[in-house]
């Protein structure tokens, strides 16, 4: 049984650059969220994904955008990066419901130079 | 905004002593979710506490969600080296939004 996949790993980026990252969820879920971790910070709600429509949405500012495929798995795009940007980005996988117990994934380590 | 607060920020123990961890919330919470990131590593769920005044328990690890629903702590009994982590609470309001705590830090000295 799979857990939540991310790629890439790492990437790095210049600024004004954009970037799409993807997660695949654990197997047998349907909802995905995002979030952005920076340094020594907890993790940052960005989005929630759930019958690839974007159910909730966090303090991001329209440069981050997404969508979920009929699969489940999922993108994150970032627009126009920023240096404060630089973040690990978590993709988290649950079941239906927003309360639901929530898998992360490894992230990705995005750098933006 | 809503804001959840966790304290302290690092904490420092020899190993065998005990550990705690305090998250209060500005909000009350429908629910609210302990987890542990290695360093290097990725958050990984420990629990989930949905009633006032809930207390669980997962050997070590003692979870306790207060009675107004808006603070919560996680106490851990005869620390060992590996507990090394940052400990992160993160509450739900009812909608899909969680959010997180700034963590504690733990380090066990051996």
């Known amino acids: 049984d799979a857990g939540v996949t991310q790629s890439p790993t790492h990437l790095i980026k210049t600024r004004g650059q954009q970037v799409t990252l993807r997660c695949s969820p654990k197997?047998?879920?349907?909802?995905v969220s995002w979030y952005q971790q920076a340094l020594g910070q907890g993790p940052q709600f960005i989005f929630q994904?759930?019958?690839?429509?974007?159910?909730q949405r966090g303090n991001f500012p329209d440069r981050f955008s997404g969508h979920q495929f009929p699969n489940y798995s999922s993108e994150l795009n970032v627009n126009a990066l920023l240096l404060g940007d630089s973040a690990l980005y978590l993709c988290?996988?649950?079941?239906?419901?927003?309360?639901?117990?929530?898998?992360f994934g490894p992230g990705t380590r995005l750098t933006v130079l | 905004g809503q804001q959840v607060m966790q304290i302290p920020q690092y904490q420092h123990v020899q190993e065998g002593e005990d550990f705690t961890t305090y998250c209060n919330s500005s909000?009350?919470?429908?629910?609210i979710q302990w987890y542990k990131q290695r360093p290097g590593g990725h958050p990984v769920f420990l629990i989930q506490?949905?009633?006032?005044?809930e207390v669980k328990k997962q050997k070590r690890l003692t979870f306790q969600f207060g009675e107004a629903k808006k603070n919560s702590s996680l106490h851990i009994t005869a620390t060992q080296t590996t507990d090394v982590g940052t400990y992160f609470c993160?509450?739900?309001?009812?909608?899909?939004?969680?959010?997180f705590g700034a963590g504690t830090r733990l380090f066990v000295k051996a």
């Open positions: 988290a996988s649950s079941l239906v419901a927003g309360t639901d117990t929530q898998y």
């Open positions: 197997s047998g879920h349907d909802t």
């Open positions: 994904y759930y019958e690839e429509e974007e159910r």
């Open positions: 909000t009350t919470l429908s629910n």
């Open positions: 506490l949905v009633k006032s005044g």
């Open positions: 993160a509450g739900n309001t009812g909608g899909f939004k969680t959010i």
